[in-house]
């Protein structure tokens, strides 16, 4: 994952396969502190982001 780097707690992101249902983990660093930036223009302060990542596992370039 690409995630900004810096002192920042770890957010859990559970990719989900739609193709045979299996459901991993991978700890993005940063990315709690990339959604505070982002809701900072409406006043709006993230505390537990809840991020799902839905698509398909690619067999071929799986780690
Ligand atoms: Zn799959």
Do not use: H, W, Y
């Amino acid at each position: 994952m690409a995630c900004e780097q810096g002192p920042a707690s770890e957010t859990v992101v559970p990719p989900i396969c739609q193709g045979c249902s299996l459901i991993d983990e991978v700890v993005c660093e940063g990315l709690d502190r990339a959604l505070d930036n982002a809701a900072a223009p409406v006043d709006f302060a993230a505390r537990k982001p809840a991020i799902e990542l839905e698509g398909e596992c690619t067999s071929g370039s799986r780690r």
